[in-house]
């Protein structure tokens, strides 16, 4: 589907991380031809580019800056694709303090990170046209609980659509303190559901 011959790669997150590391070893397969690096932060994105050119010897790396949280921005970073992509990597995430904050959609910052910005731009590109293979939404263990870093597995009590908005515009919290890793958790278990 890309205009260029061979694959076509869009991943979010792609600085640091999972994000960073899955745009190496896809680099390293002969059959990629251009991955794009969607990020929040110009900078840093600039930097990841330099360290996986080094990293891998190749030159198919092009930045879309694209802060997934923000619906603006994923919708101009969709405009800053050039064509189609063969497959998307759905990575970016947050987890945090910041991550509870409402966004200008009046959400959690934790859900438009982890699940709204990735519809929308999964959404974009169905509606163009634009995909051609395959969507990946990167999972975590979050969502099923890790006793080892103390993340409990998150839990429901009815899993109703109300039930779920809670936890999407943070009053599941309300009245206490917030827990960052079981809301990370459950933003995990609705982006799987």
Do not use: W
Request: glycine letters at 10%; hydrophobic letters at 50%.
């Amino acid at each position: 589907m890309s205009t260029l011959p061979g694959k076509t790669v869009l991943i979010t997150g792609a600085n640091a991380g999972i994000g960073k590391d899955v745009a190496r070893q896809l680099a390293l397969r002969p059959e990629i031809a251009r991955i794009y690096l969607a990020c929040r932060n110009r900078d840093r994105a600039v930097t990841a580019r330099a360290e996986l050119e080094t990293a891998t010897g190749r030159s198919i790396f092009d930045i879309v800056v694209m802060d997934v949280a923000d619906l603006g921005s994923v919708r101009a970073g969709l405009a800053a694709i050039d064509g189609s992509v063969d497959a998307l990597v759905m990575n970016a995430g947050v987890i945090g303090p910041q991550s509870m904050k409402l966004t200008a959609d009046g959400v959690t910052t934790v859900f438009a990170t982890n699940v709204l910005g990735h519809v929308v731009l999964l959404e974009g590109l169905l509606a163009e046209g634009r995909l051609g293979e395959v969507a990946v939404l990167v999972g975590s263990e979050a969502a099923r609980g890790v006793p080892k870093l103390r993340m409990k597995r998150p839990s429901f009590v009815t899993t109703s659509a109300n039930e779920l908005a809670t936890v999407i515009d943070g009053s599941y919290f309300a009245g206490r303190k917030a827990d960052f890793n079981l809301a990370f958790g459950q933003v995990k278990n609705i982006g799987a559901l």
